[in-house]
């Protein structure tokens, strides 16, 4: 059974806060891990696709790094702000379309 | 991209009843997928939807439980039938098409389902 375990399960940061959380998925058989921001009432928001081993993306103030060989990846926001509050997920895909996800990351960001 | 709507957007349903939802997306995809999340769990793939021939379940879904209809290559339906309370959950529709990421995978806004 293929598993992606996401750490930590929920967290409370201050604006202006810099935080990072974990995504630990299968290393063999790897296509490609997603990242995704999930606001309540609204649908997942793709943030990121990462298919090489070392890779590190960006966008605005968030950052993902993607290590294939031990199985993990880390989210980055900078300078956190309330609109960051959201779940975040990451999925794991090894080809044919399918996706793994875990069970997210809660992020609060309190003024 | 892909923007993808689904109806009803929430519901609160009785136990022993059925809840179809519909999935509509504003291309055509070949494949459309329908996951659950359940309370405090993972996104979970219930099953592709495949036009012209039957869905595809994954382990632990069944089409008695779960049918799925595809008409065509816009439109998918997922029936949740002979509801218990251990069906509420989020249930979403999701389709893979191009985008500024690459080939990635966008979802509905989901339905959110309460089985009392």
Known sequence: ?111 | SAVISQKPSRDICQRGTSLTIQCQVDSQVTMMFWYRQQPGQSLTLIATANQGSEATYESGFVIDKFPISRPNLTFSTLTVSNMSPEDSSIYLCSVFAPGGLGETQYFGPGTRLLVL
Request: proline share 5%; glycine share 8%; net charge neutral.
């Open chain 1, 1 to 111: 059974i293929l598993n992606v375990e996401q750490s930590p399960q929920s967290l409370h940061v201050q604006e202006g806060d810099s935080t990072n959380f974990t995504c630990s998925f299968p290393s063999s058989n790897f296509y490609a891990l997603h990242w995704y921001r999930w606001e309540t009432a609204k649908s997942p928001e793709a943030l990121f696709v990462m298919t090489l081993n070392g890779d590190e993306k960006k966008k605005g103030r968030i950052s993902a790094t993607l290590n294939t060989k031990e199985g993990y990846s880390y989210l980055y926001i900078k300078g956190s702000q309330p609109e960051d509050s959201a779940t975040y997920l990451c999925a794991f895909s090894g080809g044919y379309n399918k996706l793994i996800f875990g069970a997210g990351t809660r992020l609060a960001v309190h003024p």
